[in-house]
């Protein structure tokens, strides 16, 4: 039995139901669960938080009982009982006939070396349990993609960790809306094709091998750019448009740099651009959490 917490979001109890590769490093993990009946989301950029089982558990370990103490109670667990945590955007849902959902697909990035989150997603199977927390109300807090209804330019950019907001935010644009995407992807196995009824104009950017992981949108030590982004967008020649609006999601260095060039290099009005950083260069999740 799930737990309301803090409304409009409330634990789920999920089980795998199939997993699929979507290139070297990304796979789509789909799920269902009676819970999902009372799950809502009209977001393209839904973000949830998603509970895993270390090796050897059936199940993971979340005190949803505890209602609104979960949290506390939850980093009171010991290491290697505690329920590993990550984030992770709703790629899509399902309904069924009654508008209720069955079934929802997130897509997690494969890393090397895997981390606890990476190492569950390769091995996952039909039947794997993990815990959901995620909305019960279709419009929450935790939906960021927000253009103005004046919108006549959208222009997106995220790492792989974004793509799936990304797609789902591509597929939702109306036709003929402009719109100017960039993302960057570790391999070229990983780029997909992208529909979208919008006037869309979609860069991806590759790494190399040379490159390994550090972020390509921050400031080297130096002062001067690093490559990749900065300068993919520094030469992008951009619509001429009245009224912009601006959606970057990933490494949180990076998002803040393509921030600055965005409001400080284009002049865009910094409330018409919406940034998010996913996570962080060199910390866990944890780690990014103990310092909120």
């Known amino acids: 039995m ?18 699929r590769r979507l290139g070297p490093s990304l796979v789509r993990v789909s799920f269902a669960g009676e819970d999902l009946r009372y799950f809502f989301s009209d977001g393209y950029d839904q973000s949830l938080s ?8 059936t199940e993971p370990r979340v005190p949803y009982e505890l209602g609104d103490g979960w949290w506390q109670g939850w980093r009171e667990l010991p290491d290697d009982v505690r329920a590993v945590m990550r984030s992770y955007t ?11 959902t069955t079934e929802i697909d997130i897509d997690l990035v494969l890393h090397t070396p895997a981390g606890p989150a990476s190492a569950w997603a390769a091995r996952a199977g039909a039947g794997d349990r993990v815990v959901l927390l995620g909305p019960a109300v279709a419009d929450n807090r935790a939906i960021r993609f927000r253009p103005p209804q004046d919108t006549d330019l959208v222009l997106l950019w995220g790492d792989e960790t974004a793509l799936p907001a990304v797609s789902s935010i591509l597929e939702s644009l109306p036709a003929g809306l402009r719109a100017r995407v960039w993302l960057e992807v570790h391999d070229a196995g990983d780029v997909q094709d992208l529909t979208t009824a919008a006037d869309a104009e979609v860069t991806w950017l590759v790494h190399t091998e040379d490159d390994g992981e550090i972020p390509h949108c921050v400031e080297s030590v130096g002062g001067a750019p690093t490559p990749m982004a ?13 009224r912009p609006y601006v959606w970057i999601a990933g490494e949180s260095q990076c998002v803040k740099s393509l921030r600055r060039h965005f409001v400080q290099e284009r002049g865009i009005d910094r409330r018409r651009v919406t940034f998010v950083g996913y996570w962080r260069q060199g910390l866990s999740e944890e780690q990014l959490r103990e310092q909120e």
């Open 90 to 100: 709703l790629r899509s849902l399902r309904r069924d006939g009654l508008g209720r």
């Open 50 to 57: 998603l509970f895993l089982p270390h090796p050897g558990q």
């Open 2 to 19: 799930t737990t309301a917490v803090a409304a409009p979001f409330r634990f789920f109890s999920l089980q795998v139901v199939r997993t």
């Open 230 to 242: 900065l300068a993919a967008l520094r030469d992008a020649r951009l619509p001429s448009a009245e």
